[in-house]
């Protein structure tokens, strides 16, 4: 490990050989800034061996973190891909279903073509009908009046 030097005081090698002449009890010893130098130390630059770790760890983190993005992105596509063969099956099951409505519908027109004389007649049939019932009106009013004619030819 790499140690940074410790600072040294302001005081200058002059300044020791003018302390020289006052007794040790007045002389001020240097102060030292431990917690400078602790600083100091602390923002080394890791050794070579932590940075190596660091960056295996990194890059282990890196890996789980993009393995999971990658699951979850092939979930994704395999939930895609479930609900792509739901729609599909519920597609076929619906163009079975047209296909039996259709084949329905073309029986029914059939019937239908073949019932359309009959009801032709009987449109006829209801046409005849109303001018017959009509008729019968005319014929019952005519009757009508030919019946009080008659009583008042008789009570003459």
């Given amino acids: 490990m790499r140690r940074h ?23 001020e010893e240097p102060v030292r800034d431990d917690a400078a130098v602790e600083t100091a130390e ?5 050794a070579e061996a932590d940075i190596s770790e660091l960056c295996r760890d990194m890059f282990s983190k890196m890996a789980t973190y993009l ?23 519920k597609y076929l099951e619906m163009k079975d279903i047209a296909v039996n409505i259709s ?8 019937k239908y073509a ?7 007649q009987i449109n006829v049939i209801e046409e005849q009908v109303a001018a017959l019932e009509q008729a019968a009106y005319k014929l019952d009013a005519y009757s009508k009046k030919l019946e009080a004619k008659y009583k008042k030819l008789e009570k003459r």
Wanted: net charge negative; proline share 9%; hydrophobic share 30%.
């Fill in 103 to 110: 084949r329905n519908l073309k029986d029914l027109n059939q």
């Fill in 114 to 120: 073949g019932l359309q004389p009959y009801l032709d």
């Fill in 5 to 27: 030097p410790r600072p040294r005081s302001s005081a200058g090698p002059g300044m020791a050989a003018a302390a020289e002449g006052v007794p040790e009890s007045h002389r």
């Fill in 67 to 89: 393995t999971g993005e990658l699951t979850a992105t092939s979930e994704d596509y395999k939930l895609l891909e479930n609900m792509n063969k739901l729609t599909s099956l």
């Fill in 42 to 46: 602390e923002a080394k630059e890791p």
